[in-house]
Protein backbone atom coordinates (compact mmCIF):
# COMPACT_ATOMS: atom_id res chain seq x y z
CA UNK A 1 0.00 0.00 0.00
CA UNK A 2 1.47 3.41 -0.93
CA UNK A 3 1.25 5.96 1.83
CA UNK A 4 -1.55 7.98 0.34
CA UNK A 5 -4.33 4.89 0.33
CA UNK A 6 -3.27 3.99 4.10
CA UNK A 7 -3.73 7.16 5.05
CA UNK A 8 -7.12 7.03 3.48
CA UNK A 9 -7.85 3.91 5.49
CA UNK A 10 -10.91 5.36 7.51
CA UNK A 11 -13.12 6.45 4.68
CA UNK A 12 -11.68 3.35 1.93
CA UNK A 13 -14.53 2.13 2.11
CA UNK A 14 -16.31 5.50 1.14
CA UNK A 15 -13.86 6.26 -1.30
CA UNK A 16 -14.41 3.24 -3.17
CA UNK A 17 -18.36 3.77 -3.00
CA UNK A 18 -17.37 7.40 -4.31
CA UNK A 19 -15.45 6.54 -7.48
CA UNK A 20 -18.41 3.97 -9.04
CA UNK A 21 -20.97 6.39 -8.78
CA UNK A 22 -18.61 9.07 -10.45
CA UNK A 23 -18.04 6.77 -13.70
CA UNK A 24 -21.22 5.76 -13.35
CA UNK A 25 -22.88 9.55 -13.28
CA UNK A 26 -21.00 11.03 -16.00
CA UNK A 27 -20.69 7.76 -18.18
CA UNK A 28 -24.56 6.38 -18.67
CA UNK A 29 -26.16 9.50 -19.15
CA UNK A 30 -24.02 9.94 -22.51
CA UNK A 31 -22.59 7.14 -24.39
CA UNK A 32 -20.15 9.62 -26.17
CA UNK A 33 -18.53 10.63 -22.79
CA UNK A 34 -18.84 7.59 -21.30
CA UNK A 35 -14.96 6.79 -22.55
CA UNK A 36 -14.16 9.95 -21.48
CA UNK A 37 -15.76 9.43 -18.01
CA UNK A 38 -13.93 6.19 -17.59
CA UNK A 39 -10.92 7.51 -18.32
CA UNK A 40 -11.22 10.45 -16.20
CA UNK A 41 -12.10 8.59 -13.17
CA UNK A 42 -10.48 5.53 -13.30
CA UNK A 43 -6.76 6.50 -14.15
CA UNK A 44 -3.96 8.04 -12.08
CA UNK A 45 -5.94 10.57 -9.43
CA UNK A 46 -4.97 9.98 -6.11
CA UNK A 47 -8.26 11.57 -4.70
CA UNK A 48 -6.82 13.73 -1.91
CA UNK A 49 -9.64 15.85 -2.51
CA UNK A 50 -12.80 14.06 -1.61
CA UNK A 51 -11.03 12.16 1.29
CA UNK A 52 -10.66 15.05 2.99
CA UNK A 53 -13.94 15.72 2.91
CA UNK A 54 -14.79 12.66 3.56
CA UNK A 55 -12.15 12.43 6.74
CA UNK A 56 -13.72 15.36 7.82
CA UNK A 57 -16.94 14.97 7.59
CA UNK A 58 -16.37 11.34 10.25
CA UNK A 59 -14.28 13.46 12.25
CA UNK A 60 -17.11 16.03 12.85
CA UNK A 61 -19.99 13.58 12.82
CA UNK A 62 -18.37 11.88 15.83
CA UNK A 63 -19.88 8.34 16.05
CA UNK A 64 -22.71 8.35 13.73
CA UNK A 65 -22.34 7.46 10.44
CA UNK A 66 -21.79 10.01 7.38
CA UNK A 67 -25.07 11.36 5.48
CA UNK A 68 -25.95 10.85 1.71
CA UNK A 69 -25.25 14.81 1.41
CA UNK A 70 -21.89 14.32 2.84
CA UNK A 71 -20.94 11.82 0.22
CA UNK A 72 -22.52 14.22 -2.41
CA UNK A 73 -20.46 16.69 -1.41
CA UNK A 74 -16.91 15.08 -1.75
CA UNK A 75 -18.36 13.27 -5.18
CA UNK A 76 -18.76 17.35 -6.10
CA UNK A 77 -15.63 18.48 -4.88
CA UNK A 78 -13.97 15.92 -7.40
CA UNK A 79 -16.16 16.45 -9.87
CA UNK A 80 -15.20 20.33 -9.93
CA UNK A 81 -11.66 19.56 -9.67
CA UNK A 82 -12.38 17.05 -12.78
CA UNK A 83 -14.01 19.52 -15.01
CA UNK A 84 -11.54 22.39 -14.45
CA UNK A 85 -8.55 19.67 -14.96
CA UNK A 86 -10.36 19.30 -18.32
CA UNK A 87 -10.63 21.90 -19.71
CA UNK A 88 -7.50 23.71 -18.16
CA UNK A 89 -5.71 20.68 -20.23
CA UNK A 90 -7.40 22.55 -23.70
CA UNK A 91 -6.13 25.88 -22.70
CA UNK A 92 -2.50 24.64 -21.79
CA UNK A 93 -2.34 22.13 -24.48
CA UNK A 94 -1.19 20.27 -22.14
CA UNK A 95 -1.16 16.30 -24.05
CA UNK A 96 0.15 14.80 -20.84
CA UNK A 97 -1.27 14.48 -17.22
CA UNK A 98 0.17 12.12 -14.27
CA UNK A 99 1.62 10.04 -17.04
CA UNK A 100 -2.05 9.14 -18.95
CA UNK A 101 -3.23 11.23 -21.96
CA UNK A 102 -4.86 13.88 -21.45
CA UNK A 103 -9.00 13.67 -23.09
CA UNK A 104 -8.79 16.84 -24.87
CA UNK A 105 -4.99 14.30 -26.70
CA UNK A 106 -7.34 11.05 -26.82
CA UNK A 107 -10.56 12.65 -28.04
CA UNK A 108 -10.83 15.82 -29.30
CA UNK A 109 -11.32 19.60 -27.71
CA UNK A 110 -14.64 19.38 -28.60
CA UNK A 111 -15.39 16.23 -26.56
CA UNK A 112 -13.75 18.10 -23.41
CA UNK A 113 -14.89 21.50 -23.74
CA UNK A 114 -18.26 19.21 -23.39
CA UNK A 115 -17.45 16.61 -20.88
CA UNK A 116 -15.93 19.74 -18.59
CA UNK A 117 -19.20 21.67 -19.05
CA UNK A 118 -21.42 18.79 -18.51
CA UNK A 119 -19.31 18.14 -14.78
CA UNK A 120 -19.69 21.81 -13.97
CA UNK A 121 -23.52 21.76 -14.47
CA UNK A 122 -23.75 18.51 -12.76
CA UNK A 123 -22.31 19.56 -10.05
CA UNK A 124 -24.16 22.68 -9.81
CA UNK A 125 -27.05 21.02 -9.84
CA UNK A 126 -26.42 18.21 -6.90
CA UNK A 127 -24.98 21.63 -5.19
CA UNK A 128 -27.90 23.04 -5.60
CA UNK A 129 -29.91 19.96 -4.24
CA UNK A 130 -27.86 20.08 -0.72
CA UNK A 131 -30.42 22.04 0.12
CA UNK A 132 -28.04 24.62 2.40
CA UNK A 133 -27.29 28.07 0.87
CA UNK A 134 -24.21 28.20 2.76
CA UNK A 135 -22.89 25.36 0.97
CA UNK A 136 -23.90 26.18 -2.38
CA UNK A 137 -22.43 29.38 -1.98
CA UNK A 138 -18.95 28.24 -0.54
CA UNK A 139 -18.65 25.54 -4.01
CA UNK A 140 -19.75 28.43 -6.24
CA UNK A 141 -17.27 31.05 -4.87
CA UNK A 142 -14.94 27.55 -5.72
CA UNK A 143 -15.77 27.23 -9.20
CA UNK A 144 -15.19 31.19 -9.74
CA UNK A 145 -12.08 30.86 -7.97
CA UNK A 146 -10.77 28.31 -10.76
CA UNK A 147 -11.95 30.32 -13.33
CA UNK A 148 -9.99 33.13 -12.15
CA UNK A 149 -6.96 31.44 -11.41
CA UNK A 150 -6.25 29.64 -14.77
CA UNK A 151 -6.90 33.51 -15.75
CA UNK A 152 -4.45 35.01 -13.74
CA UNK A 153 -1.98 31.52 -14.63
CA UNK A 154 -2.16 33.17 -17.92
CA UNK A 155 -1.98 36.46 -17.28
CA UNK A 156 1.79 35.81 -15.41
CA UNK A 157 3.36 33.67 -17.34
CA UNK A 158 6.79 34.77 -18.27
CA UNK A 159 6.79 37.79 -15.45
CA UNK A 160 9.33 37.85 -13.61
CA UNK A 161 7.97 40.88 -11.34
CA UNK A 162 5.65 38.66 -9.95
CA UNK A 163 5.60 38.76 -5.95
CA UNK A 164 5.63 35.90 -3.53
CA UNK A 165 1.84 37.34 -2.44
CA UNK A 166 0.73 37.16 -5.90
CA UNK A 167 2.25 33.81 -6.71
CA UNK A 168 0.35 32.77 -3.03
CA UNK A 169 -2.82 34.49 -4.34
CA UNK A 170 -2.97 32.41 -7.50
CA UNK A 171 -2.72 29.25 -5.85
CA UNK A 172 -5.53 29.54 -3.32
CA UNK A 173 -7.40 30.49 -6.49
CA UNK A 174 -6.00 27.47 -8.44
CA UNK A 175 -6.30 24.80 -5.41
CA UNK A 176 -6.47 25.89 -1.96
CA UNK A 177 -9.72 27.14 -2.69
CA UNK A 178 -11.81 24.25 -3.52
CA UNK A 179 -9.90 22.18 -0.33
CA UNK A 180 -10.56 25.20 2.30
CA UNK A 181 -14.36 25.94 1.16
CA UNK A 182 -15.09 22.09 0.52
CA UNK A 183 -13.60 21.50 4.09
CA UNK A 184 -16.05 23.95 5.50
CA UNK A 185 -18.90 23.10 3.82
CA UNK A 186 -18.52 19.14 5.03
CA UNK A 187 -18.31 20.82 8.50
CA UNK A 188 -20.76 22.48 7.96
CA UNK A 189 -23.11 19.57 6.77
CA UNK A 190 -22.49 17.74 9.97
CA UNK A 191 -23.53 20.82 11.95
CA UNK A 192 -20.16 22.20 13.11
CA UNK A 193 -20.25 25.68 15.38
CA UNK A 194 -19.61 28.93 12.62
CA UNK A 195 -15.80 29.07 14.79
CA UNK A 196 -14.98 25.33 13.78
CA UNK A 197 -16.56 26.21 10.37
CA UNK A 198 -13.68 28.55 9.92
CA UNK A 199 -11.26 26.27 11.51
CA UNK A 200 -11.97 23.36 8.99
CA UNK A 201 -11.36 26.22 6.72
CA UNK A 202 -8.25 27.51 7.55
CA UNK A 203 -7.45 23.99 7.67
CA UNK A 204 -8.11 23.18 4.13
CA UNK A 205 -6.87 26.77 2.77
CA UNK A 206 -3.12 26.19 4.19
CA UNK A 207 -3.16 22.54 3.66
CA UNK A 208 -3.61 23.34 -0.17
CA UNK A 209 -1.35 25.48 -0.25
CA UNK A 210 1.41 23.27 1.21
CA UNK A 211 -0.07 20.43 -1.46
CA UNK A 212 0.71 22.52 -4.13
CA UNK A 213 3.81 24.27 -3.13
CA UNK A 214 5.24 20.48 -3.01
CA UNK A 215 3.94 20.04 -5.95
CA UNK A 216 5.71 22.94 -7.47
CA UNK A 217 9.01 21.81 -6.06
CA UNK A 218 8.51 18.30 -7.62
CA UNK A 219 8.34 20.17 -10.64
CA UNK A 220 12.33 20.38 -10.21
CA UNK A 221 13.34 17.31 -8.18
CA UNK A 222 11.44 14.45 -9.36
CA UNK A 223 12.14 12.31 -12.45
CA UNK A 224 10.21 12.48 -15.39
CA UNK A 225 9.22 8.65 -14.66
CA UNK A 226 7.41 9.94 -11.28
CA UNK A 227 5.56 13.22 -12.11
CA UNK A 228 4.35 11.66 -15.53
CA UNK A 229 5.27 14.76 -18.18
CA UNK A 230 8.96 16.34 -18.29
CA UNK A 231 11.10 17.63 -15.47
CA UNK A 232 10.37 21.43 -15.64
CA UNK A 233 7.25 21.61 -17.81
CA UNK A 234 5.79 24.50 -15.23
CA UNK A 235 8.91 26.64 -16.07
CA UNK A 236 9.12 25.67 -19.47
CA UNK A 237 5.52 27.21 -19.93
CA UNK A 238 6.03 30.18 -18.35
CA UNK A 239 4.15 29.46 -14.90
CA UNK A 240 6.57 30.73 -12.15
CA UNK A 241 6.44 29.37 -8.90
CA UNK A 242 7.26 29.55 -5.32
CA UNK A 243 11.36 27.89 -6.47
CA UNK A 244 11.84 30.35 -8.90
CA UNK A 245 10.56 33.10 -7.27
CA UNK A 246 13.20 32.45 -4.37
CA UNK A 247 15.96 31.63 -6.74
CA UNK A 248 15.59 34.72 -8.52
CA UNK A 249 16.77 37.11 -5.24
CA UNK A 250 20.41 35.04 -5.55
CA UNK A 251 20.79 34.41 -9.46
CA UNK A 252 19.55 37.38 -11.45
CA UNK A 253 20.62 35.79 -15.13
CA UNK A 254 17.71 33.53 -14.41
CA UNK A 255 15.62 36.54 -15.02
CA UNK A 256 17.36 36.65 -18.29
CA UNK A 257 16.34 33.12 -19.44
CA UNK A 258 12.75 33.40 -18.14
CA UNK A 259 12.57 36.89 -19.89
CA UNK A 260 13.18 35.56 -23.36
CA UNK A 261 10.94 32.65 -22.78
CA UNK A 262 13.83 29.95 -22.98
CA UNK A 263 14.36 31.44 -26.54
CA UNK A 264 17.77 30.04 -26.90
CA UNK A 265 18.02 26.21 -27.08
CA UNK A 266 20.01 25.67 -23.67
CA UNK A 267 17.88 28.58 -22.21
CA UNK A 268 16.03 25.77 -19.64
CA UNK A 269 18.43 23.49 -18.96
CA UNK A 270 20.64 26.38 -17.86
CA UNK A 271 17.32 28.45 -16.07
CA UNK A 272 16.67 24.72 -13.97
CA UNK A 273 20.38 24.06 -12.91
CA UNK A 274 20.34 27.41 -11.40
CA UNK A 275 17.39 27.31 -9.47
CA UNK A 276 18.69 24.08 -8.07
CA UNK A 277 22.01 25.67 -7.04
CA UNK A 278 20.00 27.95 -5.83
CA UNK A 279 18.32 28.02 -2.07
CA UNK A 280 15.15 28.35 -3.75
CA UNK A 281 13.74 24.68 -3.49
CA UNK A 282 14.83 24.60 0.46
CA UNK A 283 12.88 27.92 0.70
CA UNK A 284 9.79 26.56 -0.83
CA UNK A 285 10.44 23.10 1.11
CA UNK A 286 10.17 25.65 4.07
CA UNK A 287 7.08 27.74 3.20
CA UNK A 288 5.67 24.34 2.47
CA UNK A 289 6.07 23.34 5.98
CA UNK A 290 5.03 26.47 7.54
CA UNK A 291 2.00 26.05 6.06
CA UNK A 292 1.41 22.51 7.05
CA UNK A 293 2.00 23.10 10.40
CA UNK A 294 -0.29 25.91 10.18
CA UNK A 295 -3.35 23.58 9.14
CA UNK A 296 -2.12 20.98 11.60
CA UNK A 297 -3.40 23.92 14.33
CA UNK A 298 -6.74 24.58 13.16
CA UNK A 299 -7.82 20.64 13.72
CA UNK A 300 -7.38 21.49 17.90
CA UNK A 301 -11.22 22.18 18.35
CA UNK A 302 -12.47 18.67 16.39
CA UNK A 303 -12.15 15.58 18.85
CA UNK A 304 -10.07 12.74 18.81
CA UNK A 305 -10.87 10.15 16.21
CA UNK A 306 -9.28 8.05 13.76
CA UNK A 307 -10.42 10.14 10.90
CA UNK A 308 -8.47 13.37 12.57
CA UNK A 309 -5.65 11.39 13.08
CA UNK A 310 -5.76 10.95 9.36
CA UNK A 311 -5.97 14.82 8.77
CA UNK A 312 -2.80 15.35 11.02
CA UNK A 313 -1.21 12.74 9.03
CA UNK A 314 -1.73 14.04 5.95
CA UNK A 315 -0.06 17.13 6.43
CA UNK A 316 2.81 15.31 7.00
CA UNK A 317 2.31 12.92 3.83
CA UNK A 318 2.09 16.12 2.01
CA UNK A 319 5.68 16.80 2.84
CA UNK A 320 6.79 13.24 2.31
CA UNK A 321 6.05 13.39 -1.25
CA UNK A 322 9.31 15.42 -0.83
CA UNK A 323 11.76 12.80 -0.03
CA UNK B 1 -36.95 51.24 -34.00
CA UNK B 2 -37.22 47.83 -35.02
CA UNK B 3 -40.12 45.72 -33.58
CA UNK B 4 -37.85 43.91 -31.34
CA UNK B 5 -37.16 46.64 -29.20
CA UNK B 6 -40.76 48.89 -29.25
CA UNK B 7 -41.96 45.53 -27.70
CA UNK B 8 -39.22 46.16 -24.94
CA UNK B 9 -40.51 49.24 -24.10
CA UNK B 10 -41.57 48.92 -20.62
CA UNK B 11 -38.28 47.34 -19.89
CA UNK B 12 -35.95 49.70 -22.06
CA UNK B 13 -34.13 51.29 -19.42
CA UNK B 14 -33.47 48.48 -16.86
CA UNK B 15 -32.41 46.71 -20.54
CA UNK B 16 -29.75 49.95 -20.40
CA UNK B 17 -28.70 48.88 -17.02
CA UNK B 18 -28.55 45.24 -17.55
CA UNK B 19 -26.28 46.00 -20.94
CA UNK B 20 -23.53 47.99 -19.17
CA UNK B 21 -23.69 45.75 -15.83
CA UNK B 22 -22.33 42.83 -18.17
CA UNK B 23 -19.73 44.76 -19.93
CA UNK B 24 -18.23 46.17 -16.54
CA UNK B 25 -18.91 42.69 -14.81
CA UNK B 26 -16.76 40.28 -17.17
CA UNK B 27 -14.24 43.35 -18.89
CA UNK B 28 -12.90 45.22 -15.61
CA UNK B 29 -11.71 41.78 -13.29
CA UNK B 30 -9.72 40.55 -16.42
CA UNK B 31 -8.27 42.73 -18.52
CA UNK B 32 -7.34 39.23 -20.81
CA UNK B 33 -11.26 39.33 -21.25
CA UNK B 34 -12.33 43.14 -21.60
CA UNK B 35 -12.04 42.38 -25.28
CA UNK B 36 -13.93 39.15 -25.30
CA UNK B 37 -16.45 40.65 -23.35
CA UNK B 38 -16.94 44.03 -24.88
CA UNK B 39 -17.36 41.97 -28.28
CA UNK B 40 -20.09 39.11 -26.55
CA UNK B 41 -22.13 41.98 -24.85
CA UNK B 42 -22.41 44.82 -27.66
CA UNK B 43 -22.84 43.03 -30.66
CA UNK B 44 -25.65 41.72 -32.11
CA UNK B 45 -27.62 39.99 -29.50
CA UNK B 46 -31.24 41.01 -29.35
CA UNK B 47 -31.31 40.32 -25.33
CA UNK B 48 -34.81 38.67 -25.48
CA UNK B 49 -34.03 36.14 -22.84
CA UNK B 50 -33.34 39.08 -20.33
CA UNK B 51 -36.12 40.68 -21.59
CA UNK B 52 -38.62 38.55 -20.88
CA UNK B 53 -37.41 38.00 -17.20
CA UNK B 54 -37.82 42.00 -17.33
CA UNK B 55 -41.49 41.73 -18.56
CA UNK B 56 -42.64 39.00 -15.94
CA UNK B 57 -40.94 40.91 -13.26
CA UNK B 58 -42.67 44.03 -13.25
CA UNK B 59 -45.58 42.04 -14.35
CA UNK B 60 -45.57 40.12 -11.25
CA UNK B 61 -44.35 42.86 -9.59
CA UNK B 62 -47.86 44.92 -9.96
CA UNK B 63 -47.12 48.81 -9.52
CA UNK B 64 -44.08 48.42 -7.37
CA UNK B 65 -40.49 48.41 -8.85
CA UNK B 66 -38.73 45.90 -9.06
CA UNK B 67 -35.56 44.58 -7.14
CA UNK B 68 -31.93 44.30 -7.63
CA UNK B 69 -32.82 40.61 -6.65
CA UNK B 70 -35.17 40.30 -10.46
CA UNK B 71 -32.23 42.21 -12.00
CA UNK B 72 -29.65 40.12 -11.40
CA UNK B 73 -31.54 37.12 -12.54
CA UNK B 74 -32.04 39.07 -15.69
CA UNK B 75 -28.50 39.39 -15.78
CA UNK B 76 -27.46 36.02 -14.71
CA UNK B 77 -29.99 34.60 -18.04
CA UNK B 78 -27.87 36.52 -20.36
CA UNK B 79 -24.87 35.55 -19.19
CA UNK B 80 -25.71 31.47 -19.34
CA UNK B 81 -26.94 31.79 -22.72
CA UNK B 82 -23.78 33.58 -23.64
CA UNK B 83 -21.27 31.03 -21.63
CA UNK B 84 -22.83 28.53 -23.65
CA UNK B 85 -22.88 30.24 -26.87
CA UNK B 86 -19.33 30.64 -26.95
CA UNK B 87 -18.81 26.93 -25.69
CA UNK B 88 -20.59 26.19 -28.69
CA UNK B 89 -19.29 27.97 -31.16
CA UNK B 90 -15.98 26.57 -29.94
CA UNK B 91 -17.47 23.07 -30.03
CA UNK B 92 -19.12 23.19 -33.41
CA UNK B 93 -16.35 25.26 -34.97
CA UNK B 94 -18.62 28.02 -36.34
CA UNK B 95 -16.69 31.01 -37.33
CA UNK B 96 -19.32 33.87 -37.58
CA UNK B 97 -22.56 34.40 -35.27
CA UNK B 98 -25.12 36.78 -35.84
CA UNK B 99 -23.14 38.03 -39.18
CA UNK B 100 -19.97 38.73 -36.18
CA UNK B 101 -16.61 36.52 -35.51
CA UNK B 102 -17.26 34.16 -32.98
CA UNK B 103 -14.53 34.62 -29.71
CA UNK B 104 -12.61 31.85 -30.12
CA UNK B 105 -12.67 32.51 -33.77
CA UNK B 106 -11.57 36.20 -33.01
CA UNK B 107 -9.03 35.72 -29.90
CA UNK B 108 -8.70 32.00 -29.58
CA UNK B 109 -10.31 28.85 -28.36
CA UNK B 110 -8.04 29.37 -25.05
CA UNK B 111 -9.63 32.79 -24.54
CA UNK B 112 -13.28 31.69 -25.71
CA UNK B 113 -13.14 28.69 -22.96
CA UNK B 114 -11.71 30.70 -20.46
CA UNK B 115 -14.87 33.50 -21.20
CA UNK B 116 -17.13 30.97 -21.04
CA UNK B 117 -15.87 29.29 -18.01
CA UNK B 118 -16.07 32.82 -16.35
CA UNK B 119 -19.35 33.59 -17.51
CA UNK B 120 -20.67 30.08 -16.09
CA UNK B 121 -18.55 30.64 -12.96
CA UNK B 122 -19.77 33.98 -11.77
CA UNK B 123 -23.41 32.81 -13.07
CA UNK B 124 -23.58 30.20 -10.29
CA UNK B 125 -21.77 32.80 -7.95
CA UNK B 126 -24.63 35.34 -8.25
CA UNK B 127 -27.23 32.86 -8.31
CA UNK B 128 -26.18 31.43 -5.00
CA UNK B 129 -26.20 34.95 -3.75
CA UNK B 130 -29.97 35.64 -5.12
CA UNK B 131 -30.51 33.19 -1.61
CA UNK B 132 -33.63 31.26 -3.31
CA UNK B 133 -32.72 27.87 -3.06
CA UNK B 134 -35.48 27.04 -5.23
CA UNK B 135 -34.48 29.73 -7.86
CA UNK B 136 -31.33 27.97 -7.39
CA UNK B 137 -32.02 24.95 -8.26
CA UNK B 138 -34.16 26.16 -11.75
CA UNK B 139 -31.08 27.69 -12.98
CA UNK B 140 -29.16 24.81 -12.03
CA UNK B 141 -31.04 22.82 -14.04
CA UNK B 142 -30.85 24.83 -16.92
CA UNK B 143 -27.05 24.83 -16.66
CA UNK B 144 -27.35 21.25 -17.09
CA UNK B 145 -30.20 20.98 -19.83
CA UNK B 146 -27.84 23.57 -21.84
CA UNK B 147 -24.88 20.91 -21.79
CA UNK B 148 -27.21 18.09 -22.09
CA UNK B 149 -28.73 19.43 -25.83
CA UNK B 150 -25.48 20.35 -27.05
CA UNK B 151 -24.32 16.89 -26.50
CA UNK B 152 -27.69 15.28 -28.03
CA UNK B 153 -27.00 17.47 -30.75
CA UNK B 154 -23.78 16.34 -31.33
CA UNK B 155 -24.90 12.77 -31.02
CA UNK B 156 -27.68 13.07 -33.18
CA UNK B 157 -26.03 14.76 -36.40
CA UNK B 158 -27.04 13.42 -39.56
CA UNK B 159 -28.93 11.37 -38.44
CA UNK B 160 -32.67 11.02 -40.58
CA UNK B 161 -34.22 8.80 -37.92
CA UNK B 162 -34.73 11.22 -35.33
CA UNK B 163 -38.33 11.74 -34.41
CA UNK B 164 -39.77 14.68 -34.00
CA UNK B 165 -40.04 14.26 -30.31
CA UNK B 166 -36.19 13.89 -30.24
CA UNK B 167 -35.85 17.37 -31.91
CA UNK B 168 -38.39 19.15 -29.86
CA UNK B 169 -36.85 17.48 -26.41
CA UNK B 170 -33.22 18.67 -28.18
CA UNK B 171 -34.51 22.37 -28.51
CA UNK B 172 -36.40 22.50 -25.06
CA UNK B 173 -32.58 21.50 -23.68
CA UNK B 174 -30.92 23.80 -25.67
CA UNK B 175 -33.19 26.72 -25.86
CA UNK B 176 -36.90 26.65 -24.39
CA UNK B 177 -35.55 25.10 -20.83
CA UNK B 178 -33.12 28.72 -19.88
CA UNK B 179 -36.59 30.84 -20.80
CA UNK B 180 -38.83 28.59 -18.98
CA UNK B 181 -37.42 28.43 -15.84
CA UNK B 182 -35.86 31.75 -15.44
CA UNK B 183 -39.46 33.10 -16.65
CA UNK B 184 -40.54 31.06 -13.27
CA UNK B 185 -37.63 32.06 -11.03
CA UNK B 186 -38.98 35.85 -11.84
CA UNK B 187 -42.26 34.88 -11.12
CA UNK B 188 -40.75 33.52 -7.88
CA UNK B 189 -38.62 36.17 -6.91
CA UNK B 190 -42.12 38.29 -6.63
CA UNK B 191 -43.44 35.94 -4.49
CA UNK B 192 -46.17 35.01 -7.12
CA UNK B 193 -48.39 31.47 -5.75
CA UNK B 194 -47.00 28.21 -6.97
CA UNK B 195 -49.61 27.83 -9.67
CA UNK B 196 -48.82 31.08 -10.91
CA UNK B 197 -45.33 29.90 -10.87
CA UNK B 198 -46.32 26.99 -13.03
CA UNK B 199 -47.99 28.81 -15.76
CA UNK B 200 -45.14 31.02 -16.16
CA UNK B 201 -42.97 28.43 -17.05
CA UNK B 202 -45.01 26.92 -19.64
CA UNK B 203 -45.32 30.27 -20.96
CA UNK B 204 -41.21 30.31 -21.39
CA UNK B 205 -41.39 26.97 -22.32
CA UNK B 206 -44.44 27.41 -24.87
CA UNK B 207 -42.33 30.43 -26.46
CA UNK B 208 -38.94 29.09 -26.55
CA UNK B 209 -40.18 25.92 -28.26
CA UNK B 210 -41.66 28.47 -30.90
CA UNK B 211 -38.73 30.64 -31.20
CA UNK B 212 -36.44 28.00 -31.75
CA UNK B 213 -38.68 26.85 -34.61
CA UNK B 214 -39.12 30.15 -36.48
CA UNK B 215 -34.81 30.24 -36.01
CA UNK B 216 -34.80 26.63 -37.51
CA UNK B 217 -37.49 27.82 -40.22
CA UNK B 218 -35.36 30.69 -40.97
CA UNK B 219 -31.83 28.59 -41.48
CA UNK B 220 -34.09 27.87 -44.70
CA UNK B 221 -36.36 31.22 -45.80
CA UNK B 222 -34.14 33.98 -44.88
CA UNK B 223 -31.12 35.64 -46.70
CA UNK B 224 -27.47 35.00 -45.82
CA UNK B 225 -27.23 38.51 -45.27
CA UNK B 226 -30.25 38.65 -42.58
CA UNK B 227 -29.28 35.33 -41.15
CA UNK B 228 -25.34 36.71 -40.66
CA UNK B 229 -24.35 33.07 -41.48
CA UNK B 230 -25.01 31.05 -45.04
CA UNK B 231 -28.30 29.50 -45.83
CA UNK B 232 -28.81 25.95 -44.56
CA UNK B 233 -25.73 26.04 -42.60
CA UNK B 234 -28.12 24.24 -39.59
CA UNK B 235 -28.57 21.32 -42.10
CA UNK B 236 -25.53 21.34 -43.60
CA UNK B 237 -23.55 20.57 -40.02
CA UNK B 238 -26.25 17.93 -40.00
CA UNK B 239 -28.43 19.22 -37.43
CA UNK B 240 -31.80 18.21 -38.54
CA UNK B 241 -34.55 20.64 -37.66
CA UNK B 242 -38.26 20.74 -37.82
CA UNK B 243 -38.65 21.88 -41.44
CA UNK B 244 -36.58 18.77 -42.39
CA UNK B 245 -38.11 16.71 -39.99
CA UNK B 246 -41.81 17.26 -41.69
CA UNK B 247 -40.11 17.04 -45.16
CA UNK B 248 -38.77 13.52 -44.87
CA UNK B 249 -42.06 12.31 -45.09
CA UNK B 250 -42.39 13.71 -48.35
CA UNK B 251 -39.11 13.44 -49.94
CA UNK B 252 -37.54 10.05 -49.61
CA UNK B 253 -34.21 10.94 -51.50
CA UNK B 254 -34.03 13.87 -48.47
CA UNK B 255 -32.79 10.98 -46.34
CA UNK B 256 -30.40 9.60 -49.31
CA UNK B 257 -28.66 13.02 -49.69
CA UNK B 258 -28.47 13.46 -45.26
CA UNK B 259 -27.37 10.12 -44.60
CA UNK B 260 -24.33 10.61 -46.91
CA UNK B 261 -23.57 14.07 -45.08
CA UNK B 262 -23.95 15.91 -48.49
CA UNK B 263 -20.50 14.02 -49.74
CA UNK B 264 -21.23 15.01 -53.22
CA UNK B 265 -21.05 18.81 -54.40
CA UNK B 266 -24.79 19.60 -55.37
CA UNK B 267 -26.19 17.46 -52.13
CA UNK B 268 -26.85 20.70 -50.10
CA UNK B 269 -28.34 22.77 -52.78
CA UNK B 270 -30.57 19.85 -53.54
CA UNK B 271 -31.32 19.03 -50.10
CA UNK B 272 -32.60 22.56 -49.76
CA UNK B 273 -34.70 22.53 -52.27
CA UNK B 274 -36.53 19.35 -51.37
CA UNK B 275 -37.52 20.68 -47.97
CA UNK B 276 -38.41 24.27 -49.82
CA UNK B 277 -40.70 22.46 -52.04
CA UNK B 278 -42.47 19.90 -49.39
CA UNK B 279 -45.27 21.00 -46.63
CA UNK B 280 -41.96 21.17 -44.20
CA UNK B 281 -41.89 24.76 -43.68
CA UNK B 282 -45.29 25.33 -43.51
CA UNK B 283 -45.89 22.72 -41.39
CA UNK B 284 -43.20 23.67 -39.32
CA UNK B 285 -44.49 27.74 -38.95
CA UNK B 286 -48.09 25.60 -37.76
CA UNK B 287 -46.28 23.86 -35.29
CA UNK B 288 -44.63 27.40 -33.70
CA UNK B 289 -48.12 29.08 -34.04
CA UNK B 290 -49.18 26.43 -32.08
CA UNK B 291 -46.37 26.92 -29.20
CA UNK B 292 -46.73 30.70 -29.31
CA UNK B 293 -50.64 30.34 -29.08
CA UNK B 294 -50.25 28.08 -25.63
CA UNK B 295 -48.09 30.26 -24.31
CA UNK B 296 -50.14 33.64 -24.47
CA UNK B 297 -52.72 31.00 -22.81
CA UNK B 298 -50.63 30.19 -19.81
CA UNK B 299 -50.45 33.97 -18.73
CA UNK B 300 -54.17 34.55 -18.41
CA UNK B 301 -53.53 35.01 -14.07
CA UNK B 302 -51.23 37.88 -14.47
CA UNK B 303 -53.43 41.20 -13.67
CA UNK B 304 -52.99 43.13 -17.13
CA UNK B 305 -50.63 45.71 -17.17
CA UNK B 306 -47.78 47.06 -20.20
CA UNK B 307 -45.10 44.38 -19.06
CA UNK B 308 -48.49 41.72 -19.57
CA UNK B 309 -49.00 43.03 -23.23
CA UNK B 310 -45.26 43.19 -23.87
CA UNK B 311 -45.49 39.63 -23.01
CA UNK B 312 -48.73 38.51 -25.11
CA UNK B 313 -46.82 40.77 -28.07
CA UNK B 314 -44.14 38.22 -27.60
CA UNK B 315 -45.45 35.43 -29.21
CA UNK B 316 -46.55 37.90 -32.09
CA UNK B 317 -43.09 38.88 -32.40
CA UNK B 318 -41.68 35.44 -32.65
CA UNK B 319 -43.66 34.71 -35.76
CA UNK B 320 -43.39 37.89 -37.71
CA UNK B 321 -39.81 37.01 -37.76
CA UNK B 322 -40.88 34.93 -40.52
CA UNK B 323 -42.94 37.56 -42.64
Known amino acids: MTPATSLFSPVETDLQILADNLKELVGNRHPILKAAAEHLFSAGGKRIRPAIVLLISRATMKDKDITLRHRRLAEITEMIHTASLVHDDVVDESDIRRGVSTVHSLFSNRIAILAGDFLFAQSSWYLANLDNLEVVKLLSEVIMDLADGEIQQGLHRFNSSISLETYLNKTYYKTASLIANSSK ?3 LLSGVSQETAEHLYAYGRNLGLAFQIVDDILDFTSSSDTLGKPVG ?3 KSGNLTAPVL ?9 EVLVERE ?3 SEDLDRAI ?4 NSQGIKRARELAAYHAS ?8 IPPSESRQALINMADYVLSRLY
Chains 1, 2 share one sequence.
Do not use: C, W
Open 185 to 187: AAG
Open 233 to 235: SDL
Open 246 to 254: FAFEEQPYL
Open 262 to 264: FAQ
Open 273 to 276: ELIK
Open 294 to 301: VAVEHLQD
